[in-house]
C-alpha cells in the first residue's frame, strides 16, 4: 500500500537560496552606502592624536638659537708684516690695555726708519747751515749799511758847508756842484742799500721758513715710520681677555692679517641667527626670553644684521635684567623671540596635519566620539606650541591633530577603539 510523503516547506536549497539573495541584497546595500555619499575611513584612535580646542594667552614667538658673546670685542689685526719673533702672553690671558702681546720682525721697515732718521739730519744741517748763512749775510748787509749811513752824513756836512761857503763867496760853484752830487748819490746809494737789506731779510726769513716747514714734514713722516716699527710689538688695546690668538714664533704675518682678539669682559650679549622669512618682522627693542637653571631671563635686540647669508641674518640682544650666574663666552642658548604681545584666543596645538591641509580645513570629532567629519577652519598666528584660531571652531571643540598623510580624500573618519 502507497503512503503519502508529505512535502518539506524548507528544504535546504530553498534555506541556501534564500541566503544567497539575502547576501547578494546586503552587498548591494553595502555598496549603495560606502559608494554613495561622503568616503569614509576607519581609523584606530589609538594611532591619531587628539586635541581639544582651548580658549588662552596666545603670543607669536619663534625659537632661535642664540650665542653668548662678550659686550665689546676687539680685534688684533697686523698693521705691519714680519715674522713673529717673540711671544710674551698665551692664548687666553688676561690683559691690561698696552700690554705687549707678541713682537714682530721686519727688516724692511727698520732699515726705512734707519734711513729716515738720516735724510732728517741731513735736512736739519743743512737748514742750520742756511740760518748760518742767512745770519751771515745780515751782518754784511748791516756793516755795508753802516758805511752808506756813514758816508751819507760826511757827503751832507760837505754840501752844507760848500753851499755856505758857496754863498758867502769864499767857494765857486764848481765846487759846490760836486759836493752837491756827491750827496745825492749817497742818497740813492743808501735807498738801495736799504732795499737790498730788507730783501735779504725777506728771502732769508722765507728760505729759513721753507727749510723748517722741510724739516717739520719730515719730523712727521720720521715719528710715524717709529710708530709703525713700534707697532711691530702687538700691545693690547684694551682691557679684557686675551682669545683666539694664532701666532707661533717664527711665523710669518702678513700686513692686515688676523693675530687674535681681546674680549671686553665687562659684560655679555647673545648673537642669534633667524630665518630670512622674518626679516621684515625683526627690529630693535623687539623682546625675547630664554629659561636657564629653571629662571626665565629677559632680552632686548640692541642691533639687527640685515645681510642675509645663507637664508639667515643675525641680530644681538643684551640682557634686560642682570647676566645670568655662571655663563660662559661661546655658550649656546634657546631663545623664544616674541613676534606679538600676549592676546586672548582659540588655540588649536600644533600637529601634523597642517602638512596635508595648511591649516584650511581639519577633522572635527562628533559630540559622541565615533566619528570625525572634515570642517573648514581659518588659522592666524602661530608659534612653535599653538596656531591661533580664527573661524571653524570654538572652545570645546576636538580636532585629529596628527599627520593626514594616509586619509586620501575621505570626507569622514570612523573612529574606533581596539
Known amino acids: 500500500m502507497d503512503r503519502v510523503i508529505q512535502k518539506k516547506t524548507w528544504t535546504q536549497k530553498r534555506i541556501l537560496t534564500i541566503a544567497g539573495i539575502v547576501a547578494i541584497i546586503i552587498l548591494i546595500g553595502g555598496s549603495y552606502y560606502f559608494t554613495s555619499g561622503k568616503s569614509r575611513l ?10 581639544e580646542i582651548k580658549k588662552g594667552s596666545f603670543q607669536e614667538f619663534i625659537p632661535v638659537n642664540g650665542i653668548v658673546l662678550p659686550v665689546t670685542t676687539i680685534y688684533l689685526d697686523a698693521v705691519e708684516g714680519g715674522r713673529v719673533e717673540e711671544k710674551f702672553v698665551e692664548d687666553g690671558a688676561l690683559m691690561k690695555k698696552g700690554q705687549p702681546i707678541l713682537k714682530l720682525a721686519n727688516t724692511d721697515l727698520e732699515l726705512s726708519l734707519s734711513n729716515q732718521e738720516t735724510s732728517v739730519f741731513n735736512v736739519l744741517t743743512q737748514m742750520q747751515l742756511t740760518r748760518n748763512a742767512a745770519e751771515q749775510n745780515t751782518i754784511r748787509q748791516l756793516n755795508q749799511m753802516a758805511e752808506v749811513d756813514n758816508a751819507l752824513a760826511e757827503a751832507e756836512r760837505v754840501y752844507k758847508l760848500n753851499k755856505h761857503l758857496h754863498d758867502e763867496k769864499a767857494i765857486g760853484s764848481q765846487e759846490l756842484k760836486q759836493s752837491e752830487n756827491n750827496h745825492k748819490y749817497q742818497v740813492e746809494r743808501k735807498k738801495l742799500t736799504e732795499e737790498t737789506l730788507q730783501k735779504d ?3 732769508g726769513k722765507q728760505q729759513v721758513s721753507q727749510m723748517g716747514q722741510s724739516y717739520a714734514r719730515m719730523q712727521n713722516a720720521l715719528a710715524l715710520m717709529r710708530r709703525k716699527v713700534g ?7 684694551v682691557d679684557g681677555q ?11 704675518k702678513n700686513k692686515g692679517e688676523r693675530l687674535g682678539q681681546v674680549d671686553v669682559l665687562s659684560g655679555f650679549k647673545v648673537r642669534a641667527d633667524i630665518d630670512e622669512h622674518y626679516i621684515s618682522r625683526i627690529f630693535t627693542g623687539l623682546m625675547g626670553e630664554v629659561t636657564l637653571a629653571g629662571k626665565d631671563y629677559k ?10 647669508n645663507n637664508g639667515r641674518f643675525q641680530v644681538d640682544m643684551d640682557f634686560v635684567n642682570g647676566v645670568p650666574e655662571g655663563i660662559r663666552r661661546g655658550q649656546t642658548l634657546q631663545i623664544r623671540l616674541a613676534l606679538s604681545d600676549e592676546t586672548q584666543a582659540f ?12 591649516g584650511n580645513w581639519i577633522f572635527k570629532v562628533a559630540d559622541n566620539g565615533s566619528m570625525a567629519y572634515k570642517t573648514d ?5 602661530q608659534n612653535p606650541d599653538y596656531y591661533e584660531v580664527l573661524q571653524g571652531l570654538k572652545p ?11 586619509y586620501g580624500n575621505m570626507q569622514e573618519l570612523v573612529l574606533k577603539e581596539k
Open 377 to 381: 577652519i581659518q588659522l592666524g598666528r
Open 396 to 406: 570645546g571643540d576636538k580636532v585629529v591633530t596628527s599627520s593626514y598623510e594616509n
Open 201 to 203: 731779510k725777506v728771502s
Open 299 to 308: 632680552l632686548r635686540i640692541r642691533k639687527v644684521y640685515t645681510q642675509v
Open 231 to 237: 707697532d711691530l710689538i702687538v700691545r693690547a688695546p
Open 242 to 252: 686675551l682669545t683666539s690668538l694664532d701666532a707661533e714664533i717664527g711665523q710669518s
Open 347 to 358: 588655540l588649536l596645538a600644533k600637529g601634523g596635519f597642517f602638512q596635508q591641509t595648511g
Open 42 to 51: 576607519n581609523v584606530d584612535t589609538e594611532r591619531i592624536t587628539i586635541s
